[in-house]
Structures are given as C-alpha cells and as structure tokens.
C-alpha cells in the first residue's frame, strides 16, 4: 500500500517521457517519479525510498526531497505566501503546504514561522497543515514509563517552563530550573519522562534521571577540568547559578557527580575548589575513547 505523506520503499517498473512510474510490493498502483528526480544508475525492478505526496496538479507523485514534515507529525514552519485559500508553508518540497483559514489560530503572515500539525484532509485526499496543532496532541492513555528516552520538539514558554512535544504524540514541560542550555522553538532535543499525571500532563527533563545521569555529568566536569589546567572554583557552598552556568547542571546534579569522582578518587577537593587527581583521571579518558 502507498502511503500519502510518507516514506514509501517502491519498484521501478517502467520508463516513460515524464519519469519513471513506481509501484509497491503487492502492484495496488503506480506513481511518477519526474525525471529530475530519478537518481544516476536507476534500473527497472529497482528499489528506491521516496517520498509521496500531491503535486500542484492533485496528482499523486514520488520525490526524493526531504520534506521537512511528515504525515502526523509536528514541526516549526515558515509562511512563504497567503491567498484566498489561505497560509502556504516552506516543508521542503516543489509545491507549498497549505494552511486552510479554519486551522490557522489567528491570521498568518508571510515571513512568520509557526507550529504545525501536518494531516490528511479525507475530504480531499490531500496534505494540509494546520496551526491548530494542540488538537492533535494524544491527553490520555500516555503509553510512557517515567525514565523513558524520548525525543523533544521543543514549543512555546509558559510561566513553568517550556512545552514540548514528544515523541510527535504528547504534551510534555520542561521546568524552567531545570534547562541548563539554550534551546529555541522549533528545536529537536533527546529528554527523558519524568513523571506522567494522572491528568494526562507529562513532566520531562533533558537530563537523564538519578544515578544514571551521574556517569555523563561526571565527564563533563572532568573535560571542564582539563579545560581548566585542572582545576574549577566550585564547592558545596557556590551559587546553584554559578554552577548551571560554568556546567550547564543543577547544583543536585553537580554534588551527585563530584561525589562519584571523589569516591573513585579522580578529584581532590579543596575550600577552594575541584582539583584533578592527574593519572586516574588520565586512564579514565582513554577509556572514554575506546
């Protein structure tokens, strides 16, 4: 079966003036793939990984353009251009996305970038967006496990913290005292479940949780040390600012890690800092290389 506004794997059947039509395993139908498309070396019964989507003609066609969305999911998006018929997106592809009026939350502006959810209109068969995206977001039977990797699109602030959404299915919030690097909207970001609500609501970090985060927390002190000549100026007692601006961690997270490398005796602490322990620390680099 092929799929509108996805990544379709199909064969090359036969050759025409205009392309190359393709067609899936089971032979249901045919699509064109332009000749401006068609990869050097391609040959009858070939397998080729495209993408099908709705030409300017309503035609369905095969690309090897990288759209910047696909079907279900979310992304941040440019308006090129606004009609009658409405707001025209930037994904990537020949032919615009199209915004309906009705899916826009306020009226779109050309130059502006806004989130959007990229559907199929069963009305038209076609690709749409829409700027209504909070619709789309699944609030309950949360199928996440606290701890659990995810990927974050990051979105809009709020008085908390940063919205995200995960995994192009839920709402997640990120605590503002718990970003300790520059992110924007539109970004992509690894992040970890921290707790799922009963009420749908999902809190999520960028840090992986408890003693599992310590290993790569402890490795970024220890490459701030070396960067360092060796040593930091941080104790118990320095600011939890100070600490998630030289860092990028929270002060719980810094006593955590420093405490790992004093038990594995790859710190010296002093009132005046964090000393490196110079050979241990050197075996453990070469490790972290292997």
């Known amino acids: 079966m092929i799929e509108l506004g996805k990544y379709n794997r199909l064969r090359a059947v036969r050759q025409t003036d205009n392309g190359v039509y393709l067609t899936d395993q089971e032979a249901s139908r045919e699509v064109l793939l332009p000749n401006k498309f068609i990869p050097d070396g391609l040959y009858e019964d070939d397998i080729l990984k495209v993408f099908v989507f709705k030409d300017s003609e309503d035609r369905i066609t095969a690309t090897t353009m990288k759209p910047k969305i696909m079907l279900g999911e979310f992304a941040l998006l440019q308006v090129r251009d606004v009609n009658n018929y409405g707001a025209f997106l930037d994904w990537g592809m020949d032919k615009d996305l199209l915004v309906p009026f009705k899916e826009q939350p306020g ?37 996440l496990r606290d701890g659990q990797q995810v990927n974050l699109l990051i979105d809009d602030r709020t008085d908390l913290g940063v919205n995200a959404i995960i995994n192009h299915r839920y709402r997640g919030l990120l605590y503002e005292n718990e970003i300790f690097e520059k992110i924007n909207r539109g970004d992509l970001k690894k992040g970890y479940v921290k707790k799922v609500r009963e009420d749908g609501k999902v809190d999520v970090t960028l840090q992986p949780l408890g003693y599992a985060k310590v290993e790569p927390n402890a490795v970024r002190i220890l490459e701030q040390l070396r960067a360092n000549k060796g040593f930091l100026p941080l104790t118990d007692k320095s600011d939890p600012e100070v600490i998630a601006e030289m860092l990028a961690m929270s002060k719980k997270t810094y006593k955590k890690a420093v ?32």
């Open 107 to 143: 009226r779109m502006s050309p130059g502006n970038w806004y989130m959007v959810h990229l559907y199929l209109d069963r009305e038209t068969e076609r690709l749409v967006a829409s700027g209504r995206y909070q619709k789309f977001l699944q609030k309950d039977n949360i199928d």
């Open 259 to 290: 405490g790992a490398l004093y038990r594995e005796r790859l710190v010296r602490l002093e009132p005046d800092g964090i000393y490196l322990v110079g050979e241990k620390e050197n075996r453990l680099g070469s490790n972290k290389h292997r």
